[in-house]
């Protein structure tokens, strides 16, 4: 059974990206990667913003559990986990592969 993070209420989504976000500091951190993972999340973050709004515009999915703060026409959790997906990805990577 899954512990049930929805007390957080509207800010479960947002308490969750900010967890994974220092998990992914950490580990871009100590990879010493912050500068080249800022580069390539900057590179993907425009085809994301259009993916993501796009996908909510047609109904693809609905966040429940989120602030209801929007920015440019989505919710301000989906633009930090624009951030915090990549961040995630590079900082396991180069802790794994890294030299």
Known sequence: MLPDIGVFGPYTYLVTEVVWGTVALALLWRADALRPAGKTIVALYPIAYVWDWYTLE??????????????????????????????????????????
């Open 58 to 99: 047609v109904g693809v999915f609905a966040i429940q559990l989120r602030t209801g703060i929007d920015l440019l026409g989505i919710p301000i959790e989906e633009h930090i986990f624009m951030v915090v997906v990549p961040a995630l990805v590079i900082g396991l990577h180069e802790t794994l592969h890294g030299e």
